[in-house]
């Protein structure tokens, strides 16, 4: 099976652009799931996607949103750019199970805000 | 809120010994706790998990032990290979809902 896509794999933006990234989930999941990666934070969650419907949301802006289509890929928009938005943006994705269920994450997306 | 901590942001170790990686949580309905590795360039991978509802996990060299009454959980590498070198994650989740990530822990393992 093929793994997590994620394109761009790097982006360089301005402040105040917007910016759009793009996450093909593993056949089969249903479930995708952003985060947030920065130095010394760990991963920070931003929301989760399970058929085509936000099931859980972080504690991020309203600047940081997303989607899913029905073939279960996603995108993540962040609106207004601001300097701290640099980081590595990494999609997982899992297959629906009771229980608690591992995610498969993608090589990430590098965006860097000048 | 960080629900999930590794207060250790890195660790060296000697190949051949081992390696072991602490990770403390506060919600105590937290019923799925996972570990990843992450190298440079590329998404964490998954390594073992651990439900609840048992104390220990073992998956060859990694061994994974839960605390539910000091709501802890470590990980133990043994013995450790240079190849281990990374970054480790410990993650918790509460049934469905999102996973909590620590800030992770840098291992290095010295030949």
């Known amino acids: 099976k093929a793994g997590v896509t994620q394109t761009p794999r790097y982006l360089i933006k301005t402040r105040g652009q917007q910016v759009t990234l793009s996450c093909s989930p593993i056949?089969?999941?249903?479930?995708v799931s952003w985060y947030q990666q920065t130095p010394g934070q760990g991963l920070q969650f931003l929301f989760e996607?399970?058929?085509?419907?936000?099931?859980n949301k972080g504690n991020f802006p309203g600047r940081f949103s997303g989607r899913q289509f029905s073939n279960s890929r996603s995108e993540m928009n962040v609106s207004t750019l601001e300097l701290g938005d640099s980081a590595l943006y990494l999609c997982?994705?899992?297959?629906?199970?009771?229980?608690?269920?591992?995610?498969?994450f993608g090589p990430g997306t590098r965006l860097t805000v000048l | 809120d960080q629900q999930v901590k590794q207060n250790s942001p890195s660790l060296s170790v000697q190949e051949g010994r081992i390696s072991i990686l602490n990770c403390d949580y506060t919600?105590?309905?937290?019923?799925?706790f996972l570990w990843y590795k992450k190298y440079p360039a590329e998404g964490p991978t998954f390594l073992i998990s651990?439900?609840?509802?048992?104390d220990k996990n073992e998956d060859g060299r990694f061994t994974v032990f839960l605390n539910k009454s000091a709501k802890h959980l470590s990980l133990h590498i043994v013995p450790s290979q240079p190849g281990d070198s990374a970054v480790y994650f410990c993650?918790?989740?509460?049934?469905?809902?999102?996973?909590?990530f620590g800030a992770g822990t840098r291992l290095t393992v010295k030949p």
């Open positions: 651990i439900s609840s509802i048992k």
């Open positions: 056949s089969g999941h249903r479930s």
């Open positions: 997982a994705s899992s297959f629906f199970r009771e229980g608690g269920n591992e995610q498969f």
């Open positions: 919600n105590s309905m937290f019923d799925y």
């Open positions: 996607y399970f058929s085509e419907t936000q099931r």
């Open positions: 993650a918790a989740s509460e049934g469905n809902n999102d996973m909590r």
